[in-house]
């Protein structure tokens, strides 16, 4: 019987969790290595950096209450929480993550100001204009109705308050339609990576206007962010994390092995790291 796929993503990073912050760190999302995707820095500090050019793009200077939808283990949302002094509420489908990241609160001495729960995003727990930043760091391409994903994120945003995603797309269809060798490239990504589908950039503009998120930007930062497959699959031979690797199970085992249909996908233009920032009219 095939899991819903809330609980295909839950089992997949409470499985994994402990090897992605082992060779990853913290922060489970891509790097930033400037536009052109040249800079040669560390992995840890390019995804450093790629959190600080999302709050440059976007405008942000201050935030006063945070919610960060799709949290993982707490890295932005403690990066966020520090930075601008303010309020976090990192949410997460995995109860493994939400613990870790209550770890990571408590040894940075954040526990104060920053929570976690277990919390669906598409039925955000919070009321109305809860929050003056909506976060989402590679947390879309999880979501199974991008509409109701973006729609929640609306909602509980406060009027005036910014919304900024970065999520994985898949190239414009506009001028041309997706291959059968494209969709089956990307059915294999979905299926080691407990994807529901990815939608183009474009796609998500029209849903964020149709939700009436105002003053929008997006751009292609796929460029920008390539190397950092290539460079996890290096920190991926480590003798070190494949012992922890095959303690986590198939599922993680299938996620490691593949990572090189991520890189291969950014090669051929199909797969794209697309960013989105918006404000909620007062």
């Known amino acids: 019987m095939t899991l819903p796929i809330y609980e295909e993503i839950k ?39 790629l959190m600080q050019e ?21 890295g932005s949302t403690l990066y966020l929480a520090k930075q601008f002094q303010a309020e976090a509420t990192g949410i997460t489908l ?8 209550k770890e990571r609160a408590k040894a940075a001495n954040l526990s104060e100001q920053v929570t976690f729960q277990v919390a669906n995003a598409l039925e955000m727990p919070f009321p109305d204009a809860s929050f003056d930043l909506v976060w989402s760091l590679e947390s879309g391409e999880h979501m199974p109705d991008k509409g109701k994903f973006l729609q929640n994120c609306y909602r509980v945003l406060q009027p005036g308050g910014r919304f900024i995603l970065a999520t994985w797309c898949h190239r414009p269809t506009e001028m041309l339609p997706l291959s059968e060798a494209e969709k089956r490239h990307l059915e294999e990504i979905y299926r080691v990576y407990h994807l529901p589908y990815v939608i183009s950039l474009s796609g998500y503009r029209a849903i964020a206007q149709n939700c009436g998120f105002q003053n929008l930007r997006v751009d292609d930062w796929s460029s920008a962010v390539a190397p950092f497959w290539d460079i996890v699959i290096e920190s991926a031979l480590n003798p070190q994390a494949w012992v922890q690797l095959f303690q986590s199970g198939w599922d993680t085992i299938q996620g490691a092995l593949s990572l090189g249909l991520m890189s291969q996908g950014y090669q051929k233009g199909l797969v794209q790291f697309g960013v989105l920032t918006a404000t909620k009219p007062h």
């Open 11 to 49: 089992q997949f990073y409470d499985a994994s969790s402990g090897l992605w912050e082992q060779i990853w760190g913290e922060h489970m999302h891509h790097g930033y290595y400037g536009k052109s995707g040249r800079y040669k820095i560390e992995r840890r500090q390019a995804q450093i950096l």
């Open 54 to 74: 999302l709050l440059a793009w976007s405008g942000v200077t201050s935030a006063q209450n945070i919610v960060d939808v799709g949290c993982g283990i707490g």
């Open 94 to 101: 995995s109860p493994v993550q939400c613990e870790r990241a």
